[in-house]
């Protein structure tokens, strides 16, 4: 029942995030939904899934992006080994608490390395970009906003599920 919910929870996010994800787009940058909810259920597993889960969402990102494909897939990956390093720190309190800080800081750097790959893909192939300051600090300003939103509603959602699941 666990995973049928997992895989629930991500599919929400993947097709909420695409549906409304540039409407609700802050600073010109979306909300990390899928990204945010893949790291929170990363804490769960251990390494050899979580890199199946993240070619597996990396891919199915990569298909409807317009990034180069493969860029989702390769930061997922770095997400999940992130991730490992994230539960070495926190290995001594094992709580939602230090699950959300972790997401957190996945967030951050997720939508960090998505834009720069993205940034990055474009300048090699000659395509104009942004360079200037105020742009990546919207864009920093943008992570540390959704750092603190999605996390406390992915974890207020999981654990309301979980509840309502043991009860049934």
Known sequence: MKYVLAIC???GAFFIEIAWGSRIALW???????GAT??????????????????LAGVLMDSVSLYVFGTYTAIFIILAFFTEILRGIFSHAESFMTRGVGTAMGTILFVNLILFFGW??????????????????????????WAVLLPTL???LTGALGLLFKRV
């Open 28 to 34: 010109e940058v979306r909300p990390p939904l899928f």
């Open 9 to 11: 929870f991500l599919a």
């Open 154 to 156: 992915i974890t207020f």
């Open 38 to 55: 893949l790291i929170f259920l990363f804490w769960n597993i251990g390494l050899s899934r979580r890199l199946f889960w993240a070619i």
């Open 120 to 145: 990055t893909a474009d300048y090699v192939h000659g395509l104009p970009v942004p360079v200037y300051w105020e742009f990546w600090g919207h864009v920093f300003l943008a992570s540390l906003v």
